[in-house]
């Protein structure tokens, strides 16, 4: 999943540490200079925004996903 954060310096460690209480094997990729954060978690969108807002971060589902991390942002399962 993909967000777009709030103005701001945001800290990729504090982030990840409040994702990781709702699962300690989540992946977060920060682009700071777009705001946006991608999220590989078992936790729901809503559970995501919950804990991001929770660290002070305030932040919205990317209605279009776009490539951070690198690679492709498939899954495989629509053919």
């Known amino acids: 999943m993909q967000f777009e954060l709030s103005a701001g ?16 094997q989540a992946r977060v990729v920060l ?8 999220v590989l978690a078992s936790a729901s969108s809503a559970q995501i925004l919950d804990a991001l807002g929770k660290a002070g ?13 690198g690679g492709s942002t498939c899954c495989g399962h629509c053919g």
Not at 57 to 69: D, G, N, T, Y
């Open 31 to 38: 682009d700071a200079a777009r705001g946006r954060l991608e």
């Open 57 to 69: 971060c305030a932040a919205r589902p990317l209605e279009k996903e776009v490539h951070v991390s």
């Open 9 to 24: 310096g945001h800290d990729v460690a504090v982030l990840t540490a409040a994702l990781r209480v709702l699962d300690p």
